[in-house]
């Protein structure tokens, strides 16, 4: 479906209300989250959730699927998981003597890489090229994804037994690092009276189709961005080269990045142009993760957070 077979009547802004609102039907208390991933979904970028157990991870991206009517495809990542039970094998049948490729679940269009930090580093590699370049290879054969392709890995920042570090080259494929947080008790208790009888994803239905979900990601790219807040983003991201305690700042990929998801952010709000607080709101989740710091850092406390918090305090925004 292309740009005319939507009505011009249907503004890009109402279709992403209405995917935010049919997600908060199941996820509660988690508006500014859920408009950052949203963003990431739309501005083609994959998201990081990190936090403890039982936040709802796994039933936003659930929630997600299901309200665009994707195929959606769970990978639990373990010690022993291999690359080719993410990519694919090809099988031997003796019945015609040829090989026969059967498709991983990475085949699909919205992926949960659950507790994704548990795999070995060449397992969690395999993730790279289908993140970076959309496509895989697989016994020197090339393998396009699906176009609406989405990534949303989960790892656990308690329970460190067991677990490999994702690497910075990973790191950096990620669009953002969010973190879903516990809800208000009041909020909480809404949630146990709404699961009283069944769970809300249940009754949760498509509220866009496929189609226009693909219009929208190409309407984020027309929304709006000055001159003066692309350098805006541009110096953000390379002030965190030369601060203070940081052994690896953010690279060219993160300028791309905070000025993309600062667009899907702004079309999810409901505008059509980038504000400085569209960028300020994104800056963290998308330029913490990307920084390695020296150990005198890491030793007396600062985080990565720290950081670019100070240089938002420190560099002037566009008026």
């Known amino acids: 479906m292309n740009d005319q077979d939507i009505t011009p009547?249907?503004?890009?802004?109402?279709?992403?209300?209405?995917?935010?609102?049919?997600?908060?039907?199941?996820?509660?208390?988690?508006?500014?989250?859920?408009?950052?991933?949203?963003?990431?979904?739309l501005g083609s970028g994959h998201v990081l959730l990190e936090d403890n157990p039982g936040t709802?991870?796994?039933?936003?991206a659930k929630a997600l699927a299901k309200s665009v009517g994707a195929e959606f495809r769970r990978v639990q990542f373990t010690p022993d998981l291999l690359p080719s039970d993410i990519l694919g094998v090809s099988v031997f049948n003796p019945k015609d003597?040829?090989?026969?490729?059967?498709?991983?679940?990475?085949?699909?269009?919205?992926?949960?890489?659950?507790?994704?930090?548990?795999?070995?580093?060449?397992?969690?590699?395999?993730?790279?090229?289908a993140m970076a370049e959309n496509q895989v290879s697989i016994e020197g054969k090339t393998h396009v994804l699906d176009d609406l392709f989405f990534v949303i890995a989960t790892q656990n920042p308690v329970e460190l037994r067991g677990t490999y570090p994702l690497p910075e080259a990973q790191m950096d494929r990620f669009a953002l690092r969010l973190s879903l947080g516990y809800v208000s008790a009041e909020t909480e208790v809404e949630i146990v009276s709404a699961q009283e009888r069944r769970h809300p994803l249940e009754a949760i239905a498509p509220c866009v189709d496929a189609a226009e979900v693909r219009w929208l990601k190409q309407r984020v790219k027309d929304v709006r961005v000055s001159d003066?807040?692309?350098?805006?983003?541009?110096?953000?991201?390379?002030?965190?080269?030369?601060?203070?305690?940081?052994?690896?700042?953010?690279?060219?990929?993160?300028?791309?990045?905070?000025?993309?998801?600062?667009?899907?952010?702004?079309?999810?709000?409901?505008?059509?142009?980038?504000?400085?607080?569209?960028i300020r709101d994104m800056?963290?989740?998308?330029?913490?993760?990307?920084?390695?710091?020296?150990?005198?850092?890491?030793?007396?406390?600062?985080?990565?957070?720290?950081i670019v918090v100070d240089l938002l305090k420190s560099i002037p925004v566009p008026s």
Do not use: C, W
């Not at 991983?104 to 790279?128: H, K, M, Y």
């Open 9 to 41: 009547r249907v503004a890009p802004q109402a279709l992403a209300a209405r995917m935010r609102a049919n997600i908060e039907r199941v996820i509660a208390g988690q508006t500014q989250t859920l408009e950052k991933v949203l963003a990431a979904f």
């Open 97 to 129: 003597q040829s090989f026969h490729f059967h498709a991983g679940p990475i085949f699909t269009q919205i992926l949960l890489a659950d507790e994704v930090n548990r795999a070995s580093p060449r397992t969690q590699s395999a993730l790279l090229e």
């Open 283 to 306: 800056a963290v989740a998308v330029l913490a993760h990307r920084l390695l710091l020296g150990p005198q850092a890491r030793f007396s406390g600062v985080t990565a957070q720290d």
């Open 56 to 60: 709802g991870k796994t039933t936003l």
């Open 228 to 278: 003066e807040l692309k350098h805006y983003a541009v110096r953000l991201a390379r002030a965190t080269r030369s601060a203070p305690s940081v052994q690896l700042g953010a690279g060219p990929r993160a300028s791309l990045a905070l000025t993309r998801m600062a667009q899907g952010l702004a079309l999810v709000q409901g505008g059509d142009y980038v504000k400085p607080d569209h």
